[in-house]
């Protein structure tokens, strides 16, 4: 395989590779948004369920405040009637701390509900508008997910062309310069560069004039002293005002 043919073997190489890797952004990107709407709904179906179990727990204790409430009442009624009876100083003594001590606790009581009542209030709010963001967000997501879903399939079916054609082109190229492009694709998406009047043209550095002559006899590849790419040799191209050959036509 000449050098010329191994040139135009690396430059449909490198244009192969710059369309997967403008393929491969692109199924990222859309990856990428599905993903992010499907944990935004996530994080706030968990957020709703444990604030459903918090709410569920406050009104159970709330309710377990106000049997005790309703009990204490009835026993202040009860300490009230004793008060009535008592026979003597000593016994009315008792009986009045005893009804003040009940009403102390049930203005405890009281005051808990009250201080729960305003928490389930805030709790609920707080429930009302997770759901509602979760509801809007799902919606959002059942609209674009078949079309995301369906223009990844087209990426990966377009990127399956283009690696059967990678494959074939890699076949051509010798090993060793194979190799080469490889490695330097791991520090630039471009591994190739031409080179017309001594300098990268992907870099925009000259080479020195020594390696230029080299060049220009296309015997063999460089590779740029700046940037590390293939460097190759490409003949200027025709002066834009020539008129076209009718024999190549
Ligand atoms: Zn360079």
Redesign the pocket.
């Known amino acids: 395989m000449s050098i010329r043919e191994q040139i135009a073997s690396l430059e449909e190489l490198s244009a192969i590779d710059v369309e997967i890797r403008r393929i491969d952004e692109l199924l990222e990107k859309q990856k990428k948004g599905l993903s992010g709407m499907q944990s935004e709904v996530k994080g706030l179906e968990d957020r709703l369920k444990a604030d459903r179990e918090m709410l569920v727990a406050m009104e159970r204790t709330r309710s377990e405040l106000m049997t005790e409430a309703r009990q204490m009442t009835q026993q202040i009624d009860k300490s009230r009637e004793k008060l009535g009876r008592s026979r003597n100083e000593r016994e009315s003594n008792a009986a009045q701390r005893e009804v003040e001590e009940l009403r102390k606790l049930l203005r405890d009581r009281e005051d808990e509900v009250e201080r729960l009542n305003n928490a389930t209030n805030a709790a609920r709010a707080a429930i009302e508008d997770a759901d509602g963001k979760r509801t809007t967000i799902a919606g959002d997501l059942a609209g674009t997910a078949p079309g995301i879903t369906t223009s990844l399939s087209e990426l990966e079916a377009e990127r399956a062309v283009f690696a059967e054609n990678r494959v074939k082109v890699v076949a051509r190229l010798p090993n060793i310069l194979y190799r080469r492009y490889q490695s330097i694709r791991t520090r630039r998406p471009v591994a190739i560069?031409r080179t017309t009047d001594g300098t990268?043209?992907?870099?925009?550095?000259s080479?020195p004039p020594m390696m230029f002559q080299k060049m220009r006899r296309m015997h063999e590849f460089e590779q740029?002293?700046?940037?590390?790419?293939i460097?190759y040799y490409h003949a200027p191209d025709a002066a834009p005002a020539s008129a076209p050959d009718p024999s190549r036509a």
């Open positions: 560069a990268c043209m992907g870099c925009h550095v080479v740029c002293p700046n940037c590390l790419r460097l």
